[in-house]
């Protein structure tokens, strides 16, 4: 008994690591270069490209700030470092906050760099209060690493969490409801960006307590996967045909409900790679994970339009191709990246990957 408990313990590990993965690559979906500003897009709306590319978005990056956030809220409640405040958020800005804004000033510096030595079509630096606003997300969103505001609201999850992990249920669903009411009503900013972060974080803490992560392994394949089956459709249906106006309601809360069925069954996908001959693969990429999703989106400023030349934008014959792969090109990239900081600055290395790379 002991012996499968320990076996599954490890599974479930190898399985939080690999959903790491697939959820930044669908990060990247989201973020794919395309060569074309909102006015042309809006053009190519509905065409097989768009199409092509809306669906990669939706199924993929559906899942990603979810499951994320769930798995976070998930590993916090059983963490014994969660109950010391004071080294529990010490250790978070290490980890979450200190890397966020050196990677928003890096990107400031190659991005917009690049723009004024270049010509390159990115945002540049327009008043203090700009800078401030790119490097430290305090009230809106930043225009250069917009993946960024996860782990602004990540690192604001975490200065809570001592406080969660001592609440009882009860306490815990009303926050949760409260969340995913904000979700629906678009409240958030500029306390949160994101009012799903803390759903998902919240929910995670639950689901640590009630072995709902169990609970979704031993579902048959079809059952986890059918309700993101049926409502993957309609949401993309919608995100190709939006109705002018503001977001409803409805709309919001079928976005969360495509959210928590997305999680459900990437998480249970995780779970089958983590048995199959996949997992070493996706293992070794997993320390990598932290400085993919930190840095893909420099890459992609920068890469993109070199790689553009050859392939085209959205809407040229090879465009299709590139878009497929650019989760992997830009893995490589960060790879090599990441191998060489670990070689030749490995402090450096350590402190842009969270501490995942350049461990003593």
Same mark, same amino acid.
Request: aromatic share 10%; proline share 7%; net charge positive.
């Given at each position: ?27 990247? @979906? ?206 993309? @249906? ?49 320390? @990598? ?32 191709? @590139? ?38």
């Amino acid at each position: 008994m002991l012996e499968t408990m320990t076996a599954d313990a490890a599974r479930r590990s190898d399985a939080i690591a690999i959903a790491r993965v697939i959820c930044i690559v669908g990060v990247v @979906y989201v973020h794919a270069w395309t060569g074309l500003n909102g006015h042309d897009l809006e053009v190519l709306r509905g065409t097989p490209q768009d199409s092509l590319r809306w669906g990669l978005m939706e199924v993929f990056g559906r899942s990603a700030v979810p499951l994320l956030g769930l798995i976070s809220g998930w590993l916090v409640e059983a963490s014994s470092h969660t109950q010391h405040w004071v080294r529990h958020v010490g250790r978070k800005m290490r980890t979450i906050l200190l890397p966020m804004i050196l990677w928003n000033a890096l990107a400031i510096l190659f991005v917009s760099g690049a723009a004024w030595a270049l010509g390159l079509s990115a945002p540049v630096p327009q008043s203090t209060d700009w800078m401030f606003e790119e490097l430290f997300i305090v009230s809106r969103n930043p225009d250069i690493n917009v993946q960024m505001p996860f782990l602004r609201d990540l690192f604001l999850c975490m200065v809570a969490a001592p406080l969660f992990v001592r609440l009882p249920g009860r306490a815990l669903a009303l926050i949760a409801l409260g969340a995913a009411l904000s979700h629906l009503l678009g409240w958030g900013p500029p306390v949160l960006m994101r009012a799903s972060i803390l759903f998902f974080f919240v929910m995670g803490i639950i689901a640590r307590r009630e072995g709902l992560a169990d609970r979704v392994i031993a579902l048959p394949r079809l059952a986890a996967a059918m309700p993101f089956l049926l409502l993957m459709p309609v949401q993309l @249906y919608l995100s190709m045909h939006p109705v002018p106006g503001p977001p409803s309601i409805g709309a919001a809360a079928l976005d969360l409900a495509v959210r928590v069925s997305a999680a459900l069954f990437f998480w249970r996908l995780a779970w089958g790679l983590a048995g199959s001959p996949a997992r070493g693969m996706l293992l070794r990429i997993e320390p @990598y994970a932290f400085l993919f999703f930190c840095s893909h989106l420099i890459l992609i400023w920068l890469g993109g339009p070199l790689l553009g030349t050859v392939f085209g934008k959205l809407g040229s014959p090879l465009y299709p191709a @590139y878009l497929l792969v650019q989760p992997l090109l830009v893995l490589f990239a960060v790879v090599l990246l990441g191998s060489l900081l670990n070689r030749t600055a490995p402090g450096a290395a350590r402190l842009l990957s969270g501490g995942r790379l350049a461990r003593v």
